[in-house]
T-cell receptor, first 112, second 113 residues
Framework: DAGVIQSPRHEVTEMGQEVTLRCKPISGHDYLFWYRQTMMRGLELLIYFNNNVPIDDSGMPEDRFSAKMPNASFSTLKIQPSEPRDSAVYFC??????????FGSGTRLTVV | DAKTTQPTSMDCAEGRAANLPCNHSTISGNEYVYWYRQIHSQGPQYIIHGLKNNETNEMASLIITEDRKSSTLILPHATLRDTAVYYCIVSAYSGAGSYQLTFGKGTKLSVIP
């Protein structure tokens, strides 16, 4: 079991550029979550999916952020256009139910 | 609106038991207590969860009071690798597509040699 796989591990981009973060959940898990972590705000839930359907996106900060889950094995989080305040570590997690989440290693995004 | 209250930080001597408290006085009957930890620069790691009975696994024990208003996570023999931020979270799993964990600030546990 390779766990939750996120790519890239690190991303440095210029303000205004489009950024796409990728996540491969654990096979068989039917929940997928995107979190953002900063020193100021801690871990924030952005959006989560159940069976590839977005259930709650109330944590998505603004229209510049979008997330998709085209199939059970892949999800993307896109920021367009990116801004310096989007700099953070973005985590993807998956779950098969009430037994807790498995998190990926995260993507550290720096927008300059 | 925080559902749990945890101390900001704690120290524990290596080899001793680490007891991390959590208050969740407004917990509902269908809400579980979850514990996660985050070692520096890594993704959070699931430790254990419970509803009302005490639970034990290879990582830790979870003691939930009878009124369910508080709980304690016990690491029986703390090692330096247990230094991390520990999060106590309450959440209901409805099995109907409604399931999310909201992380607070947690307790920073430092294991001292």
């Amino acid at each position: 079991d390779a766990g939750v796989i996120q790519s890239p591990r690190h991303e440095v981009t210029e303000m205004g550029q489009e950024v796409t973060l990728r996540c491969k959940p654990i096979s068989g898990h039917d929940y997928l979550f995107w979190y953002r972590q900063t020193m100021m705000r801690g871990l924030e839930l952005l959006i989560y999916f159940n069976n590839n359907v977005p259930i709650d996106d109330s944590g998505m900060p603004e229209d510049r952020f979008s997330a998709k889950m085209p199939n059970a094995s892949f999800s993307t989080l896109k920021i367009q256009p990116s801004e310096p305040r989007d700099s953070a570590v973005y985590f993807c997690a998956s779950s098969g139910g009430s037994n807790g989440y498995t998190f990926g290693s995260g993507t550290r995004l720096t927008v300059v | 609106d925080a559902k749990t209250t945890q101390p900001t930080s704690m120290d524990c001597a290596e080899g001793r038991a680490a007891n991390l408290p959590c208050n969740h006085s407004t917990i509902s009957g269908n809400e579980y207590v979850y514990w996660y930890r985050q070692i520096h620069s890594q993704g959070p790691q699931y430790i254990i969860h419970g509803l009302k009975n005490n639970e034990t696994n290879e990582m830790a024990s979870l003691i939930i009071t009878e009124d369910r208003k508080s709980s304690t996570l016990i690491l029986p023999h703390a090692t330096l690798r247990d230094t991390a931020v520990y999060y106590c979270i309450v959440s209901a799993y409805s099995g109907a597509g409604s399931y999310q964990l909201t992380f607070g600030k947690g307790t920073k546990l430092s294991v001292i040699p």
